[in-house]
């Protein structure tokens, strides 16, 4: 997905306003139908071969940051310094092969039968992602 659209001083200053009035979603669906949305979709920075050497390449399953735009508090218009502890283990999950539990890449780590709870991933296949991604 490309981020080819960059908002006006107006156009921060709207949205703003609406989250200041509790009417943000409709301001942002409004915005996607005037064609202004953040994310238009058909750009060429999406992972397609899971190869992506950075992290920033998936989106963000917590914050819901898209692929090449950092972290951010959904609550706030605040970037994190790091990316969310979620997105590393979907990199690490996406790229790497798990050498604990055998899992290929694209497939959840698994403890016998069942899957790893809340997404999360060995701690060795984050050093298997770190040395893939090198």
């Given at each position: 997905?490309?981020?080819?659209?960059?908002p006006s001083?107006?156009?921060?200053?709207?949205t703003r306003q609406a989250r200041k009035a509790?009417?943000?979603?409709?301001?942002?669906?409004?915005?996607?139908a005037d064609g202004r949305s953040r994310l238009q979709p058909g750009g060429t920075n999406w992972p397609t071969d899971g190869q992506r050497k950075d992290l920033y390449g998936?989106?963000?399953?917590?914050c819901t940051a898209g692929p090449d735009?950092?972290?951010h508090l959904r609550t706030r218009d605040k970037t994190l310094p790091k990316p969310h502890q979620q997105r590393v283990a979907a990199w690490a999950e996406?790229?790497?092969?798990?050498p604990e539990c055998q899992v290929t890449p694209?497939?959840?780590?698994?403890?016998g039968k069942w899957p790893l709870a809340?997404?999360?991933?060995?701690?060795?296949?984050?050093?298997?992602?770190?040395g893939t991604a090198a």
């Open positions: 997905m490309s981020t080819d659209w960059h001083a107006a156009d921060v200053a709207a509790g009417d943000f979603k409709a301001a942002l669906r409004q915005q996607i998936i989106t963000c399953p917590r735009q950092k972290c996406l790229i790497a092969s798990c694209g497939a959840p780590c698994r403890d809340a997404g999360s991933v060995h701690a060795r296949r984050y050093q298997e992602a770190e």
